[in-house]
């Protein structure tokens, strides 16, 4: 019987759960709510400070910094330029890119699966200046960028693509980007998680991979990640809790022997109804398409002002 473990790849997410709700209460994590000048759009910064904040969530110590938006799904040309700002803001308030002169970006995912193509879309947009740093003033930052694949198409670990490019290359600072998934479905494409902490490729979808962090690639790894697709057991779980709530008003017998059932004895209950397909059924919006090429705007725009703000590029 699988165990009730909500899948999610968002430290917001994580605390939510942790904390039914209630998050900053736990010991070892700090939850801060910040103002931001877009309407609708919340930042939540989740610091992990110890190992014991660390084994509750089940991720590393450090910083996950949470952009919540509906406009990152709107046809809004304005508001994606304003959230690739607030995008810039944060990264440049991760205190990782002041001291490193040489950046390597690296788009993982699949970029033949729509949903999976954020980190190949994103990567492609940003300005490579490696290769003729020469031609540009002193103070413009050597920036690299890579789509590697996956490991069912190349055959090799994606860790040990990048290890082998960061040994020849010499970055001071790698940051990854990759799609996620989300507990709530309304937070999909409509949120942006960064982390200091590195990245496991494909963990959200159970499909774990060796990690990209500062442990195996000997240098920083900034994660930049988005939320395409969300558990489909999951999902049902929510939808049955609205009807629950619905039911409650009208057929009160019924719902007292629903609500008889735990989460965990829901969850298993849905995971049987969906089996065989419980462990790949994994659900993404019809518009993703439209929305990864937006995403994939603000993401690039964002690492674009960040990595070197005093390029013109399109003089470049």
């Known amino acids: 019987m699988k165990s009730f473990s909500p899948v999610t790849d968002l430290a917001i997410e994580a605390a939510e759960c942790l904390t039914c ?3 900053g209460t736990a010991k ?16 939540t910064w989740v610091k992990i400070t110890d190992e014991e904040g660390a084994r509750a969530m089940e991720r590393p110590i450090g910083n996950y910094i949470t952009i919540e938006s509906p406009y ?3 046809d809004d040309k304005d508001a994606h330029r304003r959230l690739a700002e607030l995008l810039k803001k944060y990264l440049c308030k ?15 995912g699949n970029r033949r699966i729509t949903a999976d193509a954020l980190g ?9 200046t490696r290769h003729i740093l020469d031609s540009l003033p002193a103070d413009i930052r050597a920036v690299s960028a890579v789509s590697p694949g996956v490991m069912g198409i190349t055959g090799i670990e994606t860790s040990e693509i990048i290890r082998g490019i960061a040994e020849h290359t010499h970055p001071d600072l ?37 990690g990209l962090d500062k442990d195996t690639l000997g240098v920083p790894v900034i994660a930049i990640g988005v939320p395409t697709v969300v558990d489909a057991a999951t999902l049902v779980n929510d ?6 709530e619905d039911i409650k008003t009208h057929d009160n017998k019924f719902f007292d022997t629903l609500k008889m059932l735990g989460s965990e004895e829901k969850y298993n209950l849905i995971c049987q109804i969906l089996d065989p397909y419980t462990e790949n059924m994994i659900v993404t919006p019809k518009e993703v398409d439209e929305v990864v090429e ?5 993401i690039g725009s964002a690492l674009n002002a960040a990595l070197n703000p005093t390029l013109d590029l399109e003089a470049l």
């Open 21 to 23: 709700g209630q998050a």
């Open 28 to 43: 070892g994590i700090q939850v801060i709510k910040e103002d931001c000048m877009l309407p609708e759009t919340v930042v």
């Open 72 to 74: 990152m799904k709107a």
């Open 94 to 108: 991760l205190n990782k890119l002041e001291s490193a002169k040489s950046v390597l970006v690296v788009g993982l």
């Open 120 to 128: 190949p879309q994103s990567a492609g947009k940003v300005t490579v």
């Open 174 to 210: 790698v940051i990854a980007i990759d799609s996620l998934a989300a507990r709530r479905a309304d937070r999909v494409n409509a949120t942006i998680q960064l982390a200091d902490t590195g990245v496991s490729p494909g963990a959200g979808v159970g499909n774990k991979r060796r």
């Open 239 to 244: 939808t049955l809790d609205i009807m629950l």
């Open 294 to 298: 937006n995403l994939s705007y603000i």
